[in-house]
Structure formats: structure tokens, C-alpha cells
């Protein structure tokens, strides 16, 4: 098992979010974390299931399914996964560009924690985010944001 607490980095949501809306970025899926402690281990499941062939067919991995179930994540992806509640999915025009985070970088996934982001606190929501801007998401809009993807 790696260290992953030692490869988590401090970032905003807003760079995080970029690399998802992306075409040309390695990742598809922002994985939500609940608890700041859970990202080493949702990391490691991660890789776990990639080692067992997970992510085809535009498929969550079924370690990701179970945590979904449990309510120990939630989803943002750019691509349309139909299975998806509302319950479970987070538009990331939601969420503050500037609302601190800390990630795992897991391609195809950032296992990200936002403080705030499960309770919905004011601090990390955005308000009446429009819909315009998850359409231009589920689109594959290219928005550069300088970082080479």
C-alpha cells in the first residue's frame, strides 16, 4: 500500500474543476470524499479497481458504487453516467472556485475533500449556479486555465 497521506496536496476547487471540464485532461471523474481521513483509503480502492480492469464502459468502478451506497462519496464526472442520482452527483458549478481543498490525483480520478461540500455550508455553495454552466460541463467545453491539459 503507498503512503497517500504523504502525496495530498492542498489545492482550490476551482483547478480541480478545470481539469474535469477538460477534453485533453486524464481525468474523468472527481471523486468526493466525506471525510478528510477516507482519501488515503478511497485512493487505495481506487487502485484496486483499476488494477481489476474498473472505469470500463464509462462504468464507476464497483468499489466506487459501494462507497457511493454507504454515503462516503459523491461523484462529479464528465461523463453522462445515467446511474447517478441527484443524491449522489455534484455539479461542480456548485461548488466555490475559491473553496479550499485537498486531493489525491488517481487518474482517472481527483479524490478530493471540500470541507463543507457534504453539508452544503454556505462558505463552499454557490447559489443559483445556472444550468449553462453544467451544460457546457457535460459538452466537454475546453476551458484552459493554463495548465497544460
Same mark, same amino acid.
Given at each position: 500500500?503507498?503512503?497517500?497521506n504523504s502525496l495530498i496536496d492542498p489545492s482550490w476547487f476551482g483547478l ?12 474523468? +471523474? /472527481? ?37 457511493l451506497q454507504d454515503g462516503a462519496i459523491k461523484v462529479s464526472s464528465r461523463? /453522462? /453516467? ?10 461542480? $458549478? ?28 454556505? $462558505?463552499?455553495?454557490?447559489?443559483? $449556479? ?14 484552459? +486555465?493554463?495548465?497544460?491539459?
Amino acid at each position: 500500500m503507498q503512503n497517500w497521506n504523504s502525496l495530498i496536496d492542498p489545492s482550490w476547487f476551482g483547478l480541480i474543476a478545470g481539469y474535469l471540464r477538460s477534453p485533453r485532461s486524464p481525468i474523468d +471523474y /472527481l471523486v468526493h470524499v466525506k471525510d478528510r481521513e477516507r482519501l488515503p483509503d478511497v485512493a487505495e480502492r481506487i487502485m484496486q479497481d483499476l488494477a481489476q480492469g474498473g472505469f470500463k464502459d464509462q462504468q464507476l468502478s464497483p468499489g466506487l458504487q459501494a462507497l457511493l451506497q454507504d454515503g462516503a462519496i459523491k461523484v462529479s464526472s464528465r461523463l /453522462l /453516467l445515467p446511474s447517478l442520482g441527484p443524491d449522489v452527483a455534484v455539479d461542480p $458549478a456548485t461548488v466555490r472556485s475559491s473553496a479550499p481543498c485537498e486531493v489525491l490525483y488517481v487518474p482517472p480520478c481527483y479524490v478530493v475533500h471540500t470541507p463543507g461540500l457534504f453539508e452544503e455550508q454556505a $462558505a463552499v455553495m454557490v447559489r443559483d $449556479a445556472g444550468r449553462s454552466r453544467m451544460s457546457g460541463l457535460q459538452r466537454g467545453k475546453d476551458i484552459d +486555465y493554463g495548465h497544460g491539459y
